[in-house]
């Protein structure tokens, strides 16, 4: 018998399975062991699957987040490359058949990309971007995806239909314009006489009359609010677990912690004494994220500041997420002096590396100071410069 982190029962060891603490689709995999646990029951850890990490992962921030600055790992050489696609809502200026949605992607710089599926039937979907992500995991539920390069030239092309079979491995997949590649084996042309396929060809065709006219596209993102202070506050409780043991989870800030976890109504959450702050709350040491800031990557800090151990969170782009594990002075006995300088781990997922731990002040001397750091220093190798790449033969649009 064992306690599970999460729900805080004892149960049977064979209940209990592998957790990614920080997901695998944000790097979690690169990450050493301390960013993972074998005290999560299987219950716990598909609920916060889908729940938890899924509403944080699929939100309209994180996706913006995951886009940014991924072409620094491009190799200019060879089209081999996966883009994060940009996510930009559920278009509703133009019809769509009964009781589907069509949501708007973009593969920077190579191609606009609409999807079609079956519209949410629980408002809770609504919120992800995409839609169920369950749904997107059987053949028979995916939707379609239909694919405009925006770029004629072979590497742009090849990097887009990479990236877009990657995001979207299950679903039926066509392009509309430019003659496809041989390789592109899971890509068809529309076909007009097809019924479904006519449907779809004259949305896009819609799709394309709107912007030529400048009208644009209506389109709606929902977002959902507490879905980040949720993600940090179950952080939080595994951390102190890992760091503290069993009688952090008995502790008031383990039982909070624990509490904002698993309360999926986020007024309710509001409630719970949990201290941060999330995207859209401003915090006292939001001044850090451009310290913090790693193109690509996902910057995670532990840091003692007087009589509080909080968590940092830096994405590529946008502010820190910061939470509170605990201000209890009964635990920091425990805590290594190194946590008043800082401990930070770096995962850059476009190239499925990770460094860390290391002390922040390594990590700032290596950013922003004369002391580079060997590990840091092999990493930001892999980056390299935008001018390299290959031209996208897309006209400038002027500025105004």
Same mark, same amino acid.
């Given at each position: 018998m064992k306690t599970c982190i999460y729900c805080g %029962?004892?149960?049977?060891? #064979?209940?209990?399975?592998?957790?990614?603490i920080w997901p695998d689709a944000l790097g979690g995999d690169f990450l050493p062991t301390f960013w993972r646990t074998d005290h999560v029951c299987g219950a716990c850890n598909n609920m916060s699957g889908v729940f938890v990490d899924g509403a944080f992962i699929k939100s309209f921030f994180v996706t913006s987040a995951r886009s940014h600055d991924a072409l620094d790992y491009l190799n200019p050489e060879k089209p081999t490359g996966i883009l994060p696609l940009s996510y930009l809502g559920v278009i509703q200026n133009i019809p769509v058949q009964d009781g589907e949605v069509a949501d708007f992607w973009v593969c920077a710089p190579g191609a606009n990309i609409i999807h079609f599926?079956?519209?949410?039937?629980?408002?809770?979907?609504?919120?992800?971007? &995409? &839609?169920?992500?369950?749904?997107?995991?059987?053949?028979?539920?995916?939707?379609?995806?239909?694919?405009? %390069?925006?770029?004629?030239?072979?590497?742009?092309?090849?990097?887009? $239909?990479?990236?877009?079979?990657?995001h979207f491995s299950k679903a039926?997949?066509?392009?509309? #314009?430019?003659? %496809?590649?041989?390789?592109?084996?899971h890509f068809?042309?529309?076909?007009?006489?097809?019924?479904?396929?006519?449907?779809?060809?004259?949305?896009?065709?819609?799709?394309?009359? #709107?912007?030529?006219?400048?009208?644009?596209?209506?389109?709606?993102?929902?977002?959902?609010?507490?879905?980040?202070?949720?993600?940090?506050?179950?952080?939080?409780?595994?951390?102190?677990?890992?760091?503290?043991?069993?009688r952090f989870l008995k502790s008031p800030s383990g039982l909070n912690l624990r509490k904002a976890f698993?309360?999926? #109504?986020?007024?309710?959450?509001?409630?719970?004494?949990?201290?941060?702050?999330?995207?859209?709350?401003?915090?006292?040491?939001?001044?850090?994220?451009?310290?913090?800031?790693?193109p690509g990557g996902w910057c995670l800090l532990l840091l003692r500041l007087s009589d509080r151990l909080s968590l940092v969170v830096q994405p590529p782009s946008g502010r820190s997420l910061i939470i509170q594990i605990t201000d209890d002075p009964?635990?920091?006995?425990?805590?290594? =002096?190194?946590?008043?300088?800082?401990?930070?781990?770096?995962?850059?997922?476009?190239?499925?590396? =990770?460094?860390?731990?290391?002390?922040?002040?390594?990590?700032?001397?290596?950013?922003?100071?004369?002391?580079?750091?060997?590990? $840091?220093?092999?990493?930001? =190798?892999?980056?390299?410069?935008?001018?390299?790449?290959?031209?996208? &033969?897309?006209?400038k649009k002027p500025k105004t």
């Open positions: %029962l004892d149960k049977q060891d #064979n209940d209990f399975s592998d957790e990614h599926r079956k519209a949410s039937e629980e408002v809770t979907w609504n919120a992800y971007a &995409g &839609g169920d992500p369950r749904r997107q995991s059987k053949r028979s539920k995916a939707g379609r995806v239909i694919v405009a %390069l925006t770029s004629a030239e072979p590497y742009w092309i090849d990097t887009a $239909l990479s990236s877009v079979k990657h039926d997949k066509f392009v509309t #314009n430019l003659e %496809l590649p041989r390789k592109a084996k068809r042309n529309l076909d007009a006489t097809d019924l479904q396929q006519a449907a779809d060809l004259q949305f896009i065709k819609a799709f394309e009359a #709107n912007t030529v006219r400048g009208k644009g596209l209506h389109n709606h993102i929902a977002i959902a609010l507490g879905a980040d202070s949720r993600f940090m506050a179950k952080l939080a409780l595994a951390i102190g677990y890992k760091l503290f043991g069993v698993r309360e999926a #109504n986020p007024e309710k959450r509001k409630q719970i004494p949990i201290r941060g702050s999330g995207f859209l709350t401003s915090g006292d040491h939001n001044d850090i994220g451009h310290m913090l800031r790693w009964e635990f920091f006995d425990k805590l290594g =002096a190194e946590y008043r300088d800082g401990v930070a781990w770096l995962t850059v997922p476009p190239v499925a590396k =990770a460094v860390g731990p290391i002390s922040l002040p390594e990590y700032l001397a290596h950013q922003h100071g004369p002391h580079a750091h060997p590990e $840091l220093r092999n990493l930001e =190798a892999l980056r390299n410069q935008r001018d390299r790449l290959p031209p996208t &033969g897309i006209p």
